[in-house]
């Protein structure tokens, strides 16, 4: 008799913890099967420090491999879930499609940045919510930094050390704190122009600090980031992102090259697909979390919305405290209902209270309802970290020691590019690179200089040599792929000073149909040309083999621990016209580009389950040049050649944007 199957999809707080419930328990009685997009837990709570540079980035992320036994990993994002076959289909890294078949499936997705209908950002903010956004951050304020020391326009100055982050919550108050310190840190080593240095902005509609916590707590951590100079303005938020920066909703303008997003987040779409009932975005699951009517089904975490006993009539809210015990109830009714361990029982737990740290030596906290400040809310703070953490414990204690007696080393090492964390991205902890099915959704995000100066892609910055394969890298010449040679920012071509020399002239491999060149196709001596007499029939002609057919790929959308993706419509792949190469003729379903020039299309809204991708346009052929000898004229029955086609940049097709659900 086969063991039973358990599925668990995400790696999150609860999908972690379920997993490492189920090993214990099951003791090789069942098979458990983890699903998501990465290797590693992130322990969230500590990646302000990450973008502050107290802590290094394998710090706050623990293998999975390595800490969970008897459990096996699949690398992969799940697209789509069928109930009745029970089986959970998902799609990899690198674009390969697989089903897992299951027994009992746990939904641990966890949650998406939260966008808002405010024009311009989705094109010019960057979100906070994995470890490539972190490190951008990093990356991006340091470099504003540098470059505000060194310009010599005023203006210009004031407005790359201007640093703006919307959101007065957990988030956002941590990164405006971290920020702050940060930043004074780093002008202390490069001084900036007389009477100049950093400036952040902490914006919310709320009416205080930390709304979620008590009110003296709010009171501390405003006065904190106040003294350190940060300029919290409270019922105000932003309306629109521009090329030159933001203006804020009580018409204040705010030149910055900085828009940091940390307003909120959504339960993962993925569980919109279900057809089952849901709560503000939710799945309504029973205190046992276990789907009504669906005894195979279990969900937990920011995905479930699970009754809060403590409270009747409202439900546990989307904490990392509630998501790490909703794992180990999960995990024991899983069990339970399998008869192989554990007792089913509800969940129940009432809140412990809430850390927030603010850098140095201060935080704010009420541990068991106690408020505290200062120095020993600091130490709470820490000390509860440690202990929540599941894993590198003295990694992240030794680099806090090492915080506290040596400099931090402010170097932008320039892994993460604009392109790659768009604010759309429901896929955060995936940073998207040339080659990823989803990689369509690269060039809606700011570039590097922030608001409005879109970046190029690697035209200008250089990196991995892209193709032109369909639906995954981009095409030579396209934004997002390497430069065509003869372009700028590209090789030189061959022929051209600089370059290699082309076939036929003075230094060159001889051409085909030139004295010691191989002959050409069709010329006495050489194979003969397709369509030609003796030749093979040329495709697409009569005789030949019809034109290539190819369905388009399918985009994806990402997640905490997996993302739904949602299908393309299959498109056929042109036939390739004579004198271009098939790969150029190829549809290429490239990033978006980020052209450098400013957008004028709509903002993007909140990605949906039923939000699909505009296919890529076919990518432009590459220019060959002349050859050294053009040979015999074409027969009558060959159409000429086309002339090459001028890369243009790819207009966005993403529908209005839509608030998400909180």
């Not at 320039?414 to 990823?436: F, K, T």
């Not at 030189?492 to 191989?518: H, I, N």
């Amino acid at each position: 008799m086969s063991r039973p199957r358990i599925v668990i999809v995400g790696a999150g707080f609860a999908g972690y913890r379920t997993a490492r419930t189920l090993s214990r328990l099951t003791r090789h009685q069942a098979d458990i099967v983890l699903l998501n997009p990465t290797d590693y837990f992130l322990y969230l709570p500590l990646l302000p420090q990450v973008a502050a540079g107290i802590l290094e980035p394998r710090r706050v992320s623990v293998s999975l491999s390595g800490t969970l036994p008897r459990v096996r990993l699949v690398l992969g994002e799940a697209d789509g879930i069928d109930l009745d076959g029970r089986t959970v289909h998902y799609t990899d890294p690198e674009g390969g499609e697989g089903t897992l078949r299951y027994d009992r499936l746990v939904l641990a997705a966890g949650s998406v940045n939260k966008l808002l209908p405010i024009p311009g950002v989705a094109e010019h903010a960057h979100g906070f919510r994995g470890l490539p956004e972190a490190l951008y951050l990093r990356d991006h304020v340091t470099r504003q930094v540098e470059l505000a020391a060194a310009a010599d326009d005023r203006a210009e100055c004031a407005a790359r050390c201007t640093f703006v982050v919307v959101g007065a919550g957990y988030t956002g108050t941590e990164v405006a704190a971290h920020g702050q310190m940060y930043t004074d840190a780093q002008v202390r080593r490069h001084p900036m122009r007389t009477g100049m240095r950093p400036r952040w902005m902490l914006l919310d509609v709320a009416e205080r600090v930390l709304p979620e916590m008590d009110e003296r707590l709010s009171r501390t951590a405003e006065r904190v980031l106040r003294q350190r100079g940060v300029d919290v303005r409270m019922g105000t938020s932003v309306k629109e992102a521009t090329h030159d920066g933001v203006l804020l909703t009580d018409g204040t303008t705010v030149d910055t090259r900085t828009l940091v997003w940390c307003v909120g987040v959504r339960p993962d779409p993925l569980v919109e697909s279900l057809g089952l009932p849901m709560e503000r975005g939710r799945l309504l699951v029973d205190p046992h979390l276990q789907v009504p009517g669906r005894p195979e089904l279990f969900a937990c975490g920011d995905v479930a919305a699970v009754p809060d006993l403590t409270k009747p009539g409202q439900y546990t809210p989307m904490t990392a405290q509630h998501a790490w015990r909703h794992g180990k109830v999960c995990a024991e009714n899983v069990a339970a209902s399998l008869g192989i361990g554990g007792q089913r029982r509800a969940y129940r737990h009432r809140d412990m209270g809430f850390v927030v740290d603010l850098g140095g030596a201060k935080a704010a906290a009420n541990p068991l309802g106690v408020p505290m400040s200062g120095p020993a809310a600091g130490a709470v703070t820490r000390g509860y970290h440690l202990a929540a953490m599941p894993g590198n414990r003295v990694r992240v204690a030794a680099d806090w020691l090492l915080d506290a007696v040596l400099p931090r080393q402010a170097v932008q090492l320039g892994l993460v590019r604009s392109w790659s964390v768009p604010l759309e991205s429901a896929s955060p902890e995936v940073a998207r690179v040339p080659g990823r099915p989803d990689a369509g959704s690269a060039g809606s995000a700011g570039s590097e200089g922030g608001p409005g100066r879109t970046e190029p892609a690697e035209r200008r910055q250089g990196g991995e040599p892209a193709k032109a394969r369909p639906g995954e890298e981009p095409a030579k010449s396209q934004p997002g792929g390497e430069p065509a040679k003869s372009q700028p920012g590209g090789g030189p071509a061959k022929g051209q000073p600089g370059g290699e020399p082309a076939k036929g002239q003075p230094g060159g491999e001889p051409a085909k149909g030139q004295p010691g060149g191989e002959p050409a196709k069709g010329q006495p001596g050489g194979e003969p040309a397709k369509g030609q007499p003796g030749g093979e029939p040329a495709k697409a002609q009569p005789g030949g083999e019809p034109a290539r057919k190819h369905p388009g790929r399918p985009g994806a959308d990402g997640a905490s621990g997996k993302r739904h993706r949602t299908s393309e419509s299959t498109r056929p792949r042109p036939a390739h016209a004579p004198g271009t190469s098939r790969k150029a003729a190829e549809p290429s379903a490239a990033p978006k580009p980020s052209t450098g020039a400013r957008r004028s299309e709509a903002p993007g809204g909140t990605r949906s389950s039923g939000r699909t991708r505009s296919p890529g346009a076919p990518a432009p052929t590459r220019s060959a040049g002349p050859p050294a000898d053009p040979g015999p004229e074409p027969p009558p029955n060959q159409p000429p050649p086309g002339p090459d086609i001028a890369p243009g940049p790819v207009k966005r097709t993403d529908g209005p944007a839509v608030e998400g659900d909180s």
